[in-house]
């Protein structure tokens, strides 16, 4: 028995481990050998769509989908098969073939099975899936959707082929894959110069967290040897702290630039710019889930320095009240959404920044939040189809009467992210705002106090995102929009999405030790449940959050319902006016990056150009004029010459003569 610390203040009971060490993987057998088959399925429907060129248009998008359901059966089968098992003999590991061989340096590509790899696999290839579907539906009459099923089946792979990775290096070939996707996802209708501003912008941003990643991934090769999991895990116990220190931390730059948290999250509204299906993909169970796993698979790194992991709780707690407070403002549906999820990620970030305690129940609001964020952002898609692709809510109200299954799936989305029970986010978050009080001095109330406050303040937001939209008086013209259900290509998997987004979390978060808790021992070999008491009573903290939760929406209710909303946005006071504005966050990117950027590279160029090349062209102009007039004293005449010597014989004569 251990008592665990995590720099956040000790917690007063002690952690079962699961053995002194990390669960030795068991080479991969039976279904568990084909697991390749998860990431090459997808990948070769990719292929085929693009190589194969405008003769898959037929039939290519439905290959792509299919494709997409068969990674998700593998996955399933290979979660079977590890579910029988016992605790230490639940991971395995699959050989691929021999990667890189310089030196003493070898590593060998291979799949890392796990529980914590399969249940990332599972969220994204069940909800990856039901995309794939509801874009049958979204992109029916899109003269280009054959490519679009195409990077939907690259952005699965990719992201498959980063959770199932079992070193930082192979990892970092699926976060690179991820990225290119994104960027081809989002700026998918690139026509417009907008739109294809925004996904650059998504892709510059990820560079910068892209370049932390790879930094720390060199510190561990200095430091260790070894790239692979296994090694860096085992070699953590024996690393200094000033190590572990900035290797946290620079996973932490390349969790922020992927999962849009502070100070890297100034992509994500703008990425929504992309069709409605790419932001459910991105935004809800894939690309912003990939920092959290960084995050929480490099836990033996971060229990090695308490100073990352307090950063790394300060970052979620940040971009928790950040996302928040701009969510409140946004009267586009899908900016709102993104502002959501900014927030959400964030409560996971703090989750998993807390150490042993918030390790599971980071997971746990990831796999809730990848069900009913995704409905709920499929339920926009739904509303702009039915709408003539209108995203401002100002624009809707009343729509329940004429879109009843997106009103009602959207609805089970909202009350779960809102906690209400006993839908899935009840589960899970509240389980994150109890781990929030747990540990000593200040930091428990200030970091549950966010945490508190943030549930508060989502309930306003998602409150007033779905009564602008679905209640109140109606505020669209029918000679402009004729709203209508959508097809059922789109509102199944929204049915689907919103039957998880009620039950998820009781199945997964029930009793004393979880069915996802038990999942995951083998990995962070815990136990128990959350350990240590909160300053506070959990009761009090549940009845807390739920008054919270309800004068937020009650507050939405009569601001929006029951008062007239106007259909011009009104001025608003100035922090009104701020979160309009993202909080200024491009601002403070223009000033404190690319304008210094540009005059450092301006700088740097006239340095070059005029200092430089200066020299060296002006040298040679010395060179040439000086050859030149030196060349006219050459002409062939004898008198020249003669005259050139007697000159010279004089300048001598009157040289001596001087020195005498």
């Given at each position: 028995?251990?008592?665990?610390?995590?720099?956040?203040?000790?917690?007063?009971?002690?952690?079962?481990?699961?053995?002194?060490?990390?669960?030795?993987?068991?080479?991969?057998?039976?279904?568990?050998?084909?697991?390749?088959?998860?990431?090459?399925?997808?990948?070769?429907?990719?292929?085929?769509?693009?190589?194969?060129?405008?003769?898959?248009?037929?039939?290519?998008?439905?290959?792509?989908?299919?494709?997409?359901?068969?990674?998700?059966?593998?996955?399933?089968?290979?979660?079977?098969?590890?579910?029988?098992?016992?605790?230490?003999?639940?991971?395995?590991?699959?050989?691929?073939?021999?990667?890189?061989?310089?030196?003493?340096?070898?590593?060998?590509?291979?799949?890392?099975?796990?529980?914590?790899?399969?249940?990332?696999?599972?969220?994204?290839?069940?909800?990856?899936?039901?995309?794939?579907?509801?874009?049958?539906?979204?992109?029916?009459?899109?003269?280009?959707?054959?490519?679009?099923?195409?990077?939907?089946?690259?952005?699965?792979?990719?992201?498959?082929?980063?959770?199932?990775?079992?070193?930082?290096?192979?990892?970092?070939?699926?976060?690179?894959?991820?990225?290119?996707?994104?960027?081809?996802?989002?700026?998918?209708?690139?026509?417009?110069?907008?739109?294809?501003?925004?996904?650059?912008?998504?892709?510059?941003?990820?560079?910068?967290?892209?370049?932390?990643?790879?930094?720390?991934?060199?510190?561990?090769?200095?430091?260790?040897?070894?790239?692979?999991?296994?090694?860096?895990?085992?070699?953590?116990?024996?690393?200094?702290?000033?190590?572990?220190?900035?290797?946290?931390?620079?996973?932490?730059?390349?969790?922020?630039?992927?999962?849009?948290?502070?100070?890297?999250?100034?992509?994500?509204?703008?990425?929504?710019?992309?069709?409605?299906?790419?932001?459910?993909?991105?935004?809800?169970?894939?690309?912003?889930?990939?920092?959290?796993?960084?995050?929480?698979?490099?836990?033996?790194?971060?229990?090695?320095?308490?100073?990352?992991?307090?950063?790394?709780?300060?970052?979620?707690?940040?971009?928790?009240?950040?996302?928040?407070?701009?969510?409140?403002?946004?009267?586009?549906?899908?900016?709102?959404?993104?502002?959501?999820?900014?927030?959400?990620?964030?409560?996971?970030?703090?989750?998993?920044?807390?150490?042993?305690?918030?390790?599971?129940?980071?997971?746990?609001?990831?796999?809730?939040?990848?069900?009913?964020?995704?409905?709920?952002?499929?339920?926009?898609?739904?509303?702009?189809?039915?709408?003539?692709?209108?995203?401002?809510?100002?624009?809707?109200?009343?729509?329940?009467?004429?879109?009843?299954?997106?009103?009602?799936?959207?609805?089970?989305?909202?009350?779960?992210?809102?906690?209400?029970?006993?839908?899935?986010?009840?589960?899970?978050?509240?389980?994150?705002?109890?781990?929030?009080?747990?540990?000593?001095?200040?930091?428990?109330?200030?970091?549950?106090?966010?945490?508190?406050?943030?549930?508060?303040?989502?309930?306003?937001?998602?409150?007033?995102?779905?009564?602008?939209?679905?209640?109140?008086k109606k505020r669209w013209t029918e000679d402009i929009h004729?709203?209508?259900?959508?097809?059922?290509?789109?509102?199944?998997?929204?049915?689907?999405?919103?039957?998880?987004?009620?039950?998820?979390?009781?199945?997964?978060?029930?009793?004393?030790?979880?069915?996802?808790?038990?999942?995951?021992?083998?990995?962070?070999?815990?136990?128990?449940?959350?350990?240590?008491?909160?300053?506070?009573?959990?009761?009090?903290?549940?009845?807390?959050?739920?008054?919270?939760?309800?004068?937020?929406?009650?507050?939405?209710?009569?601001?929006?319902?029951?008062?007239?909303?106007?259909?011009?946005?009104?001025?608003?006071?100035?922090?009104?006016?701020?979160?309009?504005?993202?909080?200024?966050?491009?601002?403070?990117?223009?000033?404190?990056?690319?304008?210094?950027?540009?005059?450092?590279?301006?700088?740097?160029?006239?340095?070059?150009?005029?200092?430089?090349?200066?020299?060296?062209?002006?040298?040679?102009?010395l060179v040439i004029g000086a050859s030149?007039?030196?060349?006219?004293?050459?002409?062939?005449?004898?008198?020249?010459?003669?005259?050139?010597?007697?000159?010279?014989?004089?300048?001598?004569?009157?040289?001596?003569?001087?020195?005498?």
């Open positions: 028995m251990h008592t665990l610390t995590n720099g956040l203040g000790a917690y007063a009971g002690p952690v079962a481990l699961a053995g002194e060490g990390p669960v030795t993987a068991v080479t991969a057998s039976g279904i568990t050998a084909y697991a390749w088959l998860l990431v090459a399925l997808p990948a070769l429907g990719a292929a085929i769509l693009l190589v194969g060129g405008k003769r898959t248009n037929a039939f290519g998008p439905l290959l792509a989908t299919l494709l997409s359901w068969g990674s998700f059966v593998v996955g399933l089968l290979v979660v079977i098969s590890m579910a029988g098992r016992a605790d230490a003999d639940r991971a395995a590991h699959l050989h691929l073939f021999s990667w890189i061989n310089v030196g003493s340096f070898n590593l060998d590509a291979g799949q890392r099975l796990d529980p914590l790899s399969m249940a990332f696999v599972l969220l994204i290839t069940f909800v990856g899936s039901l995309i794939h579907v509801y874009s049958l539906g979204y992109m029916k009459d899109d003269p280009d959707k054959r490519k679009f099923f195409a990077y939907l089946n690259l952005f699965v792979a990719a992201m498959l082929l980063l959770v199932t990775a079992d070193s930082y290096l192979l990892l970092y070939v699926g976060w690179e894959g991820v990225g290119l996707a994104s960027w081809l996802l989002i700026g998918f209708w690139n026509d417009n110069p907008a739109y294809a501003t925004a996904a650059n912008k998504a892709f510059i941003a990820n560079r910068v967290g892209d370049l932390g990643l790879s930094v720390a991934i060199m510190i561990m090769f200095f430091q260790f040897g070894h790239v692979d999991f296994a090694s860096v895990d085992a070699g953590a116990a024996n690393a200094s702290p000033g190590a572990l220190t900035a290797m946290g931390l620079f996973l932490l730059l390349g969790a922020c630039g992927k999962s849009a948290q502070f100070p890297l999250q100034s992509w994500l509204g703008d990425a929504m710019a992309g069709p409605t299906p790419v932001s459910a993909l991105i935004h809800a169970a894939t690309m912003v889930t990939a920092g959290v796993y960084l995050v929480v698979r490099s836990h033996a790194i971060f229990e090695g320095s308490p100073t990352a992991q307090l950063v790394v709780v300060i970052v979620g707690a940040i971009t928790l009240l950040f996302g928040a407070v701009v969510g409140c403002a946004k009267d586009d549906m899908k900016k709102a959404l993104a502002a959501s999820t900014m927030s959400q990620i964030g409560y996971m970030m703090l989750a998993a920044g807390l150490g042993p305690v918030g390790y599971v129940f980071a997971i746990f609001h990831l796999l809730t939040h990848g069900f009913f964020k995704a409905g709920m952002f499929l339920g926009a898609g739904s509303v702009m189809h039915g709408m003539n692709d209108q995203v401002n809510m100002r624009r809707f109200g009343g729509l329940r009467t004429v879109m009843t299954i997106t009103w009602a799936t959207f609805m089970m989305g909202w009350l779960a992210i809102l906690g209400v029970p006993p839908f899935a986010g009840y589960w899970s978050k509240d389980k994150i705002i109890e781990a929030a009080f747990i540990g000593e001095g200040w930091r428990p109330w200030v970091f549950g106090l966010a945490a508190l406050i943030g549930a508060g303040i989502t309930a306003f937001y998602m409150s007033r995102l779905f009564f602008m939209t679905f209640h109140g004729h709203p209508h259900e959508s097809p059922l290509t789109m509102t199944i998997p929204m049915m689907v999405l919103a039957f998880g987004s009620v039950v998820l979390g009781a199945i997964l978060g029930f009793g004393q030790t979880s069915l996802l808790q038990s999942w995951l021992n083998p990995v962070f070999g815990i136990t128990a449940g959350t350990e240590g008491e909160p300053v506070l009573p959990a009761n009090l903290l549940l009845g807390l959050t739920l008054v919270l939760v309800l004068a937020g929406a009650g507050l939405a209710w009569v601001r929006y319902v029951r008062d007239v909303v106007p259909e011009i946005a009104p001025h608003g006071n100035l922090v009104t006016q701020a979160a309009r504005n993202d909080l200024y966050q491009d601002a403070v990117n223009e000033g404190a990056l690319m304008r210094p950027g540009i005059h450092l590279t301006r700088s740097l160029v006239f340095t070059d150009t005029r200092g430089i090349d200066g020299a060296a062209s002006g040298l040679g102009a030149t007039r030196l060349r006219k004293l050459q002409n062939g005449y004898v008198r020249s010459y003669a005259l050139t010597m007697l000159a010279g014989v004089v300048i001598i004569l009157g040289a001596v003569w001087v020195m005498q």
